[in-house]
């Protein structure tokens, strides 16, 4: 069993900035991509932005240059560095991954559980 989950969250005024953080947990042997992912209130789930498993990250252009993905594969962990917010990053955000389990070494994709991003004056 694998488990994400997010932390991090809350809410900031327009312009300042957050650190979103995604520790994933369980039988795992590796992860290979692991991404970003928002739900807006009343719209669909969006994509944010990807890191490799080597630290190259791609981004959406909503998002490039205001937000950075790291990770630190020792600990299974990703971060999103998430500046200079606007109320239109009001959003649920979600973390993915691609994980190999170190059970049966199958591949699955995971999701957290989502952490809540108000960006308001």
């Known amino acids: 069993q694998v488990r994400l989950v997010e932390s991090g969250g809350g809410v900031v005024q327009p312009g300042g900035s957050l650190r979103l953080s995604c520790a994933a947990s369980g039988s795992i042997f590796s992860i290979s991509a692991m991404g970003w992912y928002r739900q807006p209130p009343g719209k669909q789930r969006e994509w944010v932005g990807t890191i490799t498993h080597g630290g190259v990250a791609n981004y959406a252009g909503a998002v490039k240059g205001r937000f950075i993905i790291s990770r630190v594969n020792a600990n299974n962990t990703m971060f999103l560095q998430a500046n200079n917010l606007e109320p239109e990053d009001t959003a649920v955000y979600y973390c993915?991954?691609?994980?190999?389990?170190?059970?049966?070494?199958?591949?699955?994709?995971?999701w957290g559980q989502g952490t809540q991003v108000s960006v308001s004056s």
């Open positions: 993915n991954a691609d994980v190999k389990n170190s059970i049966d070494y199958r591949d699955d994709n995971y």
